[in-house]
Every structure is written in C-alpha cells, then in structure tokens.
C-alpha cells in the first residue's frame, strides 16, 4: 500500500516535475516571497551580527575636546530659535554656499515641516565660508529671508568636510540643547521625517545613546595620495575604520552629541582628515557609543524609484533640486501605499540596488 501511494503521488506531480521534492518546489518561491516581504528585518539581523563591539568598553569616555575656544557663526538664527521652536528632532542639512536651488527644494518639500506626528521639527542648513564676495552677499539676502543659515568659520571646502560636521555639532550643543534628536542630512537627500518619528518611536526609548544611520562596515582608509580620499597613514595609521554611519544621513540623540563633541580627537593643521562620517564614528566609538544600523537609509548603493518604496525609506540620497519637488510630491499624494505595496517595493528596491552595487564593483575590477 505504502508503494502504490508513492506512486499516486509520483503520478499526480509528475506535471510540476518534482515527484518526492514537490514541497521544495513549493517551499523555494514561499521563502523568497518572505525574504523579499522582510528584507529590512533580515538586513537589521545580518549587519548586527557583522558589526564590531571590539575595544569600545576599554576606550575611555569623555577625553578632552579640541575645540577650546566658542565657535564664531558670521550666520546663523536667533540664538534663541530652539528655546522657542522647542524641536523634537532638529533636522541639520549639510550645504554649500552655492547650492541654492537644493536648498529652496527642500524648504518647498520635507524641509518645510514643522510638526509631524504630533512632534516639533525644525530644518536648518550648514555651510562654510564662500571666497566669492558676491555669494556672500546673496547668503546675508537669504538668511535675512530664511532664517535657517547656519555659517561656520571656515572655507567651504570638501577638504573641509569634517570641519563642517564639528561646526555643526558645536552649533547643535551650544544653542540647541532642548532638542531630543539631531538628524545630519545633505542637500542632496530626500529625507522623510514622518518615517523617522514613527521608527524612533516604535524602536528607541529615551534610556541611552543613539547614533542611527546606514552603517558601513570594514572600510579601508585610501592610501591612494591621487585621490581626494587620500589618507595617509600619519593621519590614521589603522588599516580598518571601525563601524561608522554613511555621512548621507545619520541620527544622533542629545546625549550623544554632547559625548561626541567631547570625545572629539584633537584635528591637525597639517595632515588631511578622516572623512567627516568616519571622524564622527571615531569620535563616537572613542565615547562607547556604537552605530545602529537601519535599513530605513540609503547611504551606499542609489535606490531606484518607486513611489511606495520611497515612501517605506527614511532617507533617499542623490536627489537632484527638481527631482525632489517632483519626488514629494508623487509620494505623498493618495492614496497611500498598502502594507504589503510597501512591503514589496522595499524587498524589490533593496534587491536592485544590491544588483547595481555588485554590477559597479565588477566595473572597478
């Protein structure tokens, strides 16, 4: 009896091809439907499992920071702007003197928020000084107009970077105390911080520190002296940078920005900086504070666009001025995605990316 069921069965699956491994056949697509639907949650897994916690507990916390002296702002908002803005999440966008169109795109588009979710946001952008007398004069119109520059002490470079970062982080601890969440962000980003909030509130309690972003893992300084990256290994002589967030966008808590500042290494005038990213993950690593990962930012591998996975991300970057006004506003349009378009689009989005990424590293080789 036991034979001739066996060979019912064979019999009946015999058009699928698969005989005694049908449950395979059916078992392959249902797993690959799952990993797609969840790809964010088995990303999260995979790179907590591959992040370092090496050495961070015998580092010790709170070393002496460099900047000794009060940070000079030639622009920047009332100092009183965060007393009564009273943000939740104090949005710093990255910028240069020139980038004008990217910044009227955000203020037209995610910048302009000022209350999702029922919390207080506030967008301001940082930059450097401009050697161009006549930009400089069209900074002073717009921060006259805007009241959203802030301007740091130093030639807006990208050598300079790093300098920014500092700047803006001296700026955040100075005037900005009330707020509970800080989010670096460049112009070139299309942020979302409705997506945000909701993470923060479902994933963060207000016990500790938070430095959230993309997180790169076992990157290798470039000892190429060609290249703008160039660093040399008088400037950081390790030949791994310990896990650091993608500069594209990262969030860090109250508490963490006064650590970071205070564990900030001493800067040399005469050797290159690590990039700005890596400087905060060293400065953050040097404060026992660790990256978290989310897979929420886009900071390596571009996103292709789809409506509802853009609207699943927190953050989106190498968005152009015109392509973000156009951007936002087929995002948030109705209807809104469903669970599972959202789901899906995400798997999908991550899943050609991952593609495109493998596609440039076989161009480099």
Same mark, same amino acid.
Request: proline share 7%.
């Given at each position: 009896?036991?034979?001739? +069921?066996?060979?019912i069965?064979?019999?009946?699956c ?19 439907l799952?990993a797609l ?7 999260? @897994?995979?790179?907590?499992?591959a ?10 916390k ?47 588009? @995610? ?54 970062t500092?700047s ?15 989010a ?64 594209t ?32 993950g ?16 886009? +900071? ?7 409506r ?25 349009a ?8 959202l ?6 989005c ?16």
């Amino acid at each position: 009896m036991v034979g001739r +069921g066996l060979w019912i069965f064979k019999v009946r699956c015999g058009k699928w091809k698969c005989s005694t491994t049908s449950v395979l056949c059916l078992a392959v697509p249902c797993a690959a439907l799952l990993a797609l639907l969840f790809v964010d949650a088995i990303e999260s @897994w995979s790179m907590s499992l591959a992040m370092s916690t090496d050495g961070v507990e015998q580092r010790e916390k709170g070393t002496h920071s460099n900047q000794q002296n009060p940070e000079k702002y030639p622009l920047m908002p009332s100092p009183l702007v965060c007393q009564r803005a009273k943000p939740y999440l104090l949005i710093m966008v990255t910028t240069a003197p020139a980038n004008q169109k990217a910044r009227q795109a955000i203020r037209n588009t @995610w910048g302009g928020e000022t209350e999702v979710r029922g919390r207080r946001v506030m967008t301001l952008f940082m930059m450097g000084l401009t050697s161009d007398p006549g930009l400089s004069k069209q900074l002073q119109e717009e921060a006259r107009d805007h009241r959203d520059l802030v301007q740091g002490c130093f030639l807006d470079t990208y050598a300079n970077l790093t300098l920014k970062t500092l700047s803006m982080l001296g700026w955040t601890r100075r005037f900005c105390r009330q707020t509970r969440f800080i989010a670096k962000v460049d112009d070139d980003v299309l942020f979302n911080p409705g997506v945000l909030i909701r993470y923060l509130n479902r994933s963060y309690t207000m016990e500790g520190d938070l430095y959230l972003g993309r997180v790169h893992l076992q990157v290798s300084p470039n000892r190429n002296a060609a290249s703008k990256h160039y660093l040399p290994a008088a400037a950081y002589a390790p030949e791994v940078f310990p896990d650091y967030c993608s500069g594209t966008t990262y969030i860090l808590s109250r508490s963490a920005v006064l650590k970071i500042v205070q564990a900030t290494p001493p800067v040399s005038p005469h050797l290159p900086l690590p990039p700005e990213d890596v400087f905060v993950g060293l400065s953050a690593r040097a404060a026992g504070i660790l990256p978290s990962h989310s897979p929420l930012f886009s +900071g390596g591998p571009g996103l292709p666009y789809n409506r509802c996975c853009y609207q699943a991300m927190a953050s989106v970057h190498r968005i152009s001025p015109t392509g973000m006004i156009r951007i936002w506003g087929e995002v948030h349009a109705p209807p809104p995605c469903s669970w599972l378009g959202l789901r899906a689009s995400l798997g999908l989005c991550k899943l050609q990316a991952l593609l495109g990424t493998m596609l440039e590293k076989e161009k480099d080789l």
